[in-house]
């Protein structure tokens, strides 16, 4: 993993680490312009695993982004680790918002919504190329709730009711 000593003045703002956190600022505020400033709009695929059919590309992507924020208002990503290499960065982090609109399938609950999410981000020419992404959405406890049940039924269709794949 590098660090910022020793780069040069230009090659700081281009280091995966400040370019994906400037990229999860941007959502954090809602801000879909400066969020496509992180990315190659060209290059740009996202696989965010469960939720998206394999990857998509910088539109669909932001059309998922915008779904969310309006079911999910208050959505605030929060950073707990971020590691990067010489072109990737690797975040790991909960995303919480209330759910104040249907999502998925799920409906608005009026209930906070808590998931943990994994993070691999590939970086090029200062830009996100790659963004693959693998939420937990729920808990033990939260396979009694039949509103999370529903919500990962939806969201993972293979699985049962106990979480069990099918069979």
Known sequence: MSSAEGSAPGEVANR???VYKSFLDA???QDLDAATRCVNVERYRENCVAFTKGFVDWE???ASVLTIWKA???LR???HELA????CALARGTVRGTAQGRLYGA???QRSFEASFFDYVKIADGLIIEDCRVAVVGSENDREDPDC???ARTVRPEQTDDGAPPG
């Open 107 to 109: 409906p608005a609950t």
């Open 60 to 62: 669909d992507a932001k």
């Open 84 to 87: 990067e290499g010489s072109d």
């Open 77 to 79: 990503v929060e950073l």
């Open 16 to 18: 995966p680490s400040i």
């Open 72 to 74: 999910l208002p208050d």
């Open 149 to 151: 049940r529903r919500f």
């Open 27 to 29: 959502l954090n505020r």
